[in-house]
């Protein structure tokens, strides 16, 4: 038998708490995360709401197969208005939390009001108490996770919660469980902090029950061994994400300098080799997956001490503060990750913004000065730290550079610089879609700002023999494409590609856990969803409910002001690479995006040129009752 699924509401205004069982049709038709978030804030929250109101309302949810033991499907999804982007937020993070809610007998928690002091809710096998955090209020998250489980008296209560970064309103603050798993990017951590919720701790004892459980067993013993044979499995175990630093190189394609260089001299100093060898002591992983991709990073330098409960930089943070600022140390950029992840604070959004501000300085654009006297500098490592604390703390230069780099270059008059890097007020990540085209059509139109994690790149699906094209043909993607086109193959693999990838993030999956970025093949991931939640889905079927919520980010977003002038990319990327293999070509034909973009709109079925969605494709979606909303 499987699992009911059971929804708690929080009003921290009145103190309430009430809860509801969804109906099952609701619950096959969105399936959880965003599927579950977006219906519930198109209806009940109003259009051109201050993401830092009481109104806004945060959602934390899992998914109809959340809690059951399955491999790589540990993800807890939060969803709100974004402060950062001021549309649709979405935020996924690994784990154990999300597996422990549903122990506690509830798969989502829709937060609403502000409490008029902090607190902690705390949620133990079906109970809910709200509680005083007064206490821990100013606390970075090592010591708050340590006195709630001591004041619970249980070492094992599962702690999702803020630190100083989201208390005080930087608008690209995480959300953290564990201490090392993130919900990052989109600022939900001030969301969070803006209703003076501390945390959300859990505590579950209950088996989630499954449909057929041996099932579940098979494909979980399946991918402890004959997965972790496959290379994204055996890869991901042995090196996490940092494998990029050294092949970026190589291609000339890694982010240096605010991206005006595509090679740091510093390469080798961030590689994944020299980072094992000097910071690295452990793999972790999260709840019942055997892939372990995680890193653990430890110094003990005169300089330096860093605590390898707080995790270790990934590729994504050795980019963003490491190439982007042209610093090479790889014990600062331990000791800056484990900063970040004390206060809870977006490594790629600070980087990027960090290094905004080092190009305006250089241009003469900005004074020393207006930075409180700090050597705002590329190389300058001396600056990272201080410039950390002064974010977090709003200080200074700290108080303009927490509302992330679009907000920081307005203050200074300077957005209309070619060198701001952001989509939709989300400042860009590490991957450069001057070489993956794909990535650059994701950055431009994902709902929630510039990711990386949109859908899977372009290289997997750059040659027959490449991943893509062996392990997703599934999807009815049969030929290779090539990395830097914009024709109608690559819209169209992206498009695919974005049902998809919605579709893992709805059901709580992580991306490396499943093809073509991991090892777990298609049909053993609609096996899963099968044996777990007792429906005879098809693969069709789930990539309908993907679809559905592209739909209704988008109309959340343009209910919110945001249309087809949002869809953009930076300039920078319109621009030749100026060294390396690809020196003299790689930028991105702009007339080519607009038509792909334009391409996109028409096989969704959004008019070409509103991008907005036709209320004929609401219908076949099942979403009549959202047309009005257009």
């Known amino acids: 038998m499987a699992k009911k699924n059971r929804f708690l509401f929080i009003d921290l205004s009145r103190s309430k708490t009430w809860e509801e069982e969804p109906d099952g049709v609701f619950c096959r038709k969105f399936l959880g995360g965003r599927g579950w978030a977006l219906p519930y804030l198109l209806k009940n929250q109003k259009p051109k709401t201050d993401p830092l109101s009481p109104e806004n309302i945060l959602v934390v949810a899992t998914s109809v197969i959340s809690g059951a033991r399955g491999p790589a499907m540990p993800r807890v999804i939060v969803c709100a208005k974004s402060p950062l982007t001021g549309a649709f937020g979405e935020s996924e993070a690994g784990g154990y939390w999300a597996p422990e809610l549903n122990k506690a007998g509830f798969s989502a928690v829709f937060v609403l009001g502000k409490a008029p002091e902090p607190v902690y809710v705390w949620i133990k096998d079906g109970s809910v108490e709200i509680k005083k955090a007064s206490h821990l209020w100013g606390k970075e998250t090592g010591e708050t996770q340590a006195l709630i489980r001591n004041e619970l008296d249980d070492n094992r209560a599962r702690v999702l919660q803020i630190?100083?970064?989201?208390?005080?309103?930087?608008?690209?603050?995480?959300?953290?469980?564990?201490?090392?798993?993130?919900?990052?990017?989109?600022?939900?951590?001030?969301?969070?902090?803006?209703?003076?919720?501390?945390?959300?701790?859990?505590?579950?004892?209950?088996?989630?029950?499954?449909?057929?459980?041996?099932?579940?067993?098979?494909?979980?013993?399946?991918?402890?061994?004959?997965?972790?044979?496959?290379?994204?499995?055996?890869?991901?175990?042995?090196?996490?994400?940092?494998?990029?630093?050294?092949?970026?190189?190589?291609?000339?394609?890694?982010?240096?300098?605010?991206?005006?260089?595509s090679i740091f001299w510093g390469g080798e100093k961030i590689s994944a080799e020299n980072l094992h060898e000097t910071i690295y002591i452990e793999s972790?992983?999260?709840?019942?997956?055997?892939?372990?991709?995680?890193?653990?990073?430890?110094?003990?330098?005169?300089?330096?001490?860093?605590?390898?409960?707080?995790?270790?930089?990934?590729?994504?943070?050795?980019?963003?503060?490491?190439?982007?600022?042209?610093?090479?140390?790889?014990?600062?950029?331990?000791?800056?990750?484990?900063?970040?992840?004390?206060?809870?604070?977006?490594?790629?959004?600070?980087?990027?913004?960090?290094?905004?501000?080092?190009?305006?300085?250089?241009?003469?654009?900005?004074?020393?000065?207006?930075?409180?006297?700090?050597?705002?500098?590329?190389?300058?490592?001396?600056?990272?730290?201080?410039?950390?604390?002064?974010?977090?703390?709003?200080?200074?230069?700290?108080?303009?550079?927490?509302?992330?780099?679009?907000?920081?270059?307005r203050e200074m008059g300077l957005e209309e610089e070619e060198f701001l890097m952001e989509v939709k007020g989300q400042e860009v990540?590490?991957?450069?879609?001057?070489?993956?085209?794909?990535?650059?059509?994701?950055?431009?139109?994902?709902?929630?700002?510039?990711?990386?994690?949109?859908?899977?790149?372009?290289?997997?699906?750059?040659?027959?023999?490449?991943?893509?094209?062996?392990?997703?043909?599934?999807?009815?993607?049969?030929?290779?494409?090539?990395?830097?086109?914009?024709?109608?193959?690559?819209?169209?693999?992206?498009?695919?590609?974005?049902?998809?990838?919605r579709l893992i993030d709805m059901l709580g999956f992580c991306t490396f856990g499943f093809v073509p970025r991991g090892p777990i093949p298609l049909e053993m991931m609609v096996d899963l969803v099968r044996a777990i939640t007792g429906w005879p889905v098809s693969l069709w079927e789930l990539l309908k409910a993907g679809e559905r919520t592209i739909h209704l980010a988008r109309i959340f977003n343009m209910r919110e002001g945001l249309s087809v002038k949002d869809d953009r990319l930076p300039a920078r990327f319109f621009k030749d690479f100026e060294e390396g293999a690809l020196r003299g070509k790689g930028g991105i034909n702009k007339e080519q995006f607009e038509k792909a973009r334009e391409m996109r709109y028409g096989m969704m079925g959004w008019d070409p040129e509103t991008g907005r969605p036709l209320p004929e494709r609401l219908y076949e979606l099942d979403l009549g009752e959202f047309v009005d909303e257009l």
């Open 429 to 501: 990540p590490l991957h450069d879609p001057r070489a993956k085209t794909g990535v650059g059509l994701g950055y431009a139109l994902a709902d929630y700002g510039a990711d990386h994690l949109v859908g899977p790149h372009d290289t997997v699906f750059a040659s027959a023999d490449g991943p893509g094209i062996k392990e997703a043909s599934g999807l009815g993607i049969f030929q290779a494409v090539d990395p830097l086109s914009l024709g109608p193959e690559k819209v169209r693999l992206f498009y695919y590609m974005d049902l998809y990838w």
């Open 163 to 261: 630190g100083p970064a989201g208390e005080n309103g930087v608008l690209y603050a995480n959300i953290v469980n564990e201490l090392a798993h993130f919900n990052g990017r989109n600022g939900l951590g001030a969301v969070m902090g803006s209703k003076h919720l501390k945390a959300l701790v859990v505590r579950g004892t209950k088996e989630v029950p499954v449909s057929k459980p041996e099932r579940v067993k098979e494909i979980n013993a399946w991918t402890a061994t004959e997965g972790l044979k496959k290379p994204a499995g055996e890869l991901l175990r042995r090196h996490g994400t940092l494998p990029l630093v050294r092949a970026f190189q190589e291609m000339g394609v890694l982010p240096t300098r605010n991206w005006t260089r």
């Open 284 to 409: 972790k992983g999260c709840f019942a997956c055997p892939i372990r991709c995680k890193r653990r990073a430890e110094v003990n330098t005169d300089k330096y001490q860093v605590d390898p409960r707080f995790g270790g930089p990934e590729f994504e943070t050795v980019g963003a503060l490491g190439s982007i600022l042209e610093i090479a140390d790889p014990y600062l950029l331990a000791k800056a990750n484990e900063l970040c992840n004390r206060y809870a604070l977006d490594t790629i959004s600070l980087g990027m913004t960090v290094g905004w501000l080092m190009e305006a300085v250089e241009r003469g654009l900005v004074t020393p000065e207006e930075c409180d006297g700090l050597d705002v500098r590329f190389g300058n490592g001396d600056v990272l730290i201080p410039l950390i604390k002064k974010i977090v703390n709003r200080q200074g230069i700290g108080e303009k550079m927490a509302m992330g780099s679009k907000r920081l270059a």
